[in-house]
T-cell receptor, first 114, second 114 residues
Framework: NAGVTQTPKFQVLKTGQSMTLQCAQD?????MSWYRQDPGMGLRLIHY???????DQGEVPNGYNVSRSTTEDFPLRLLSAAPSQTSVYFC?????????????FGPGTRLTVL | GDSVTQMEGPVTLSEEAFLTINCTYT??????LFWYVQYPGEGLQLLLK?????DKGSNKGFEATYRKETTSFHLEKGSVQVSDSAVYFC?????????????FGRGTSLIVHP
């Protein structure tokens, strides 16, 4: 199993550009989520999904869209990038929503918005 | 709402020193508690967990005991190595009164010198 994969690893955008961060998992996990990690802020939840066709907002959803058309994929879209979205983005998955389940994280995408 | 508070870093130690990283939590129910580790340039990975009071989680020489009376889950290791240098995150998950979605602390950086 590849686990959770994310592409690209690095990306530089100009303000106003759009892009999609890809996330895929091959563990048949129901639950997937996106976090951003900023210095001194820890991890903040952007969006999450409890299964194909179901998504919901996390703590910091503004400026981001998601969809979940398959169990495996959970892309994160930036429609109009802003410098405040410069961050490291992590995708995570878990078998289901049970509280004791481990979160499996991807390697991250480092995004810079100029 | 649920929250996790970790000691601020960085924590700087010499090799073979004893490590404690403090973590306290606030939760509405009976949460599961986790420690995740993030090595440089990588995503988070589960280090250990405990799902009920007085449980002790352990892995790779690290230990943490779920103390309901003090709402704490402190991470300890008897003898740290240079390879333990990383950022450590305490987290909780608290259904059904709270949320199964994990709440993460801000992370504590550990630097171990030879």
């Amino acid at each position: 199993n590849a686990g959770v994969t994310q592409t690209p690893k690095f990306q530089v955008l100009k303000t106003g550009q759009s892009m999609t961060l890809q996330c895929a998992q091959d563990m048949n996990h129901e639950y997937m989520s996106w976090y951003r990690q900023d210095p001194g802020m820890g991890l903040r939840l952007i969006h999450y999904s409890v299964g194909a066709g179901i998504t919901d907002q996390g703590e910091v959803p503004n400026g981001y869209n998601v969809s979940r058309s398959t169990t495996e994929d959970f892309p994160l879209r930036l429609l109009s990038a802003a410098p405040s979205q410069t961050s490291v983005y992590f995708c995570a998955s878990s078998p289901d929503e049970r509280s004791y389940n481990e979160q499996f994280f991807g390697p991250g995408t480092r995004l810079t918005v100029l | 709402g649920d929250s996790v508070t970790q000691m601020e870093g960085p924590v700087t130690l010499s090799e073979e020193a004893f490590l404690t990283i403090n973590c306290t939590y606030t939760a509405t129910g009976y949460p599961s508690l986790f420690w995740y580790v993030q090595y440089p340039g990588e995503g988070l990975q589960l280090l250990l967990k405990a799902t009920k009071a007085d449980d002790k989680g352990s892995n790779k020489g690290f230990e943490a005991t779920y103390r309901k009376e003090t709402t704490s889950f402190h991470l300890e290791k008897g003898s740290v190595q240079v390879s333990d240098s990383a950022v450590y995150f305490c987290a909780l998950s608290d259904p059904p009164g709270g949320s199964y979605i994990p709440t993460f602390g801000r992370g504590t950086s550990l630097i171990v010198h030879p």
